[in-house]
């Protein structure tokens, strides 16, 4: 089966610092890889997939990912935090199986500091 | 464009009291649908899903149960709520087209059983 491991359930950084968010994968077969966002009380927002066309993928609001094989990694980054960012991201991989569901990471919760 | 629309958005409801919570997307046919819960600090958790109409999968055993009486309608319902019920309910499609096409999600119903 496949699953997704989140590192860190809660991150912290300044306004302006780096974000790093870290994302392990277990799969089979070649995995398809999702980040979400999630503001509080609301639903989840895609940022960025990866499907095989390109190892380092961008989303919306500045996010990127990198998919690694040989890590079995999928990390999301953004060069500079900012207020707006703090809220809880969700790494998920897609299963090739009759349900063909998400399987979603624990979440990290990201706060930004002034 | 594609949407998708879940009511009510927070609900407060006592113990052994019955539970209707409605899910409908616009702008796309023959989608599969999914209901997630959302427990703090948990992640999210599949509960069922639906490639058709009348034609539901549980995931998990427990108190819950999912109707789709119309192709672009999917319905989470009990009976009689546990405290366990508690969560953040949240329904999301998908279409069949590939696997690694994302789940989009509605806004979610924060359910409170008291």
């Known amino acids: 089966a496949q699953s997704v491991t989140q590192l860190g359930s809660h991150v912290s950084v300044s306004e302006g610092a780096l974000v790093l968010l870290r994302c392990n994968y277990s799969s089979s077969v070649p995995p398809y890889l999702f980040w979400y966002v999630q503001y509080p009380n609301q639903g989840l927002q895609l940022l960025l997939k990866y499907t095989s066309a390109a190892t380092l993928v961008k989303g919306i609001n500045g996010f990127e990912a990198e998919f690694k094989k040989s890590e079995t990694s999928f990390h999301l980054t953004k060069p500079s935090a900012h207020m707006s960012d703090a809220a809880e991201y969700f790494c998920a991989v897609s299963e090739p199986t009759g349900r063909r569901a998400l399987t979603f990471g624990s979440g990290t919760r990201l706060q930004v500091q002034p | 464009s594609q949407t998708i629309h879940q009511w009510p958005a927070t609900l407060v409801q006592p113990v052994g009291s019955p539970l209707s919570l409605e899910c409908t997307v616009e702008g796309t046919s023959n989608p599969n649908l999914y209901w997630y819960r959302q427990a703090a600090g948990r992640g999210l958790q599949l509960l069922f899903y639906?490639?058709?109409?009348?034609?539901i999968s549980s995931e998990v055993p427990q108190n819950l149960s999912a109707s789709r009486p119309q192709d672009r309608q999917f319905i989470l319902s009990s009976k009689k709520l546990l405290l366990s019920d508690s969560g953040f309910y949240l329904c999301a499609w998908r279409g069949k087209q590939s696997y690694n096409s994302p789940l989009h999600f509605g806004n979610g119903t924060r359910l409170t059983v008291t």
């Open positions: 639906s490639v058709g109409i009348g034609q």
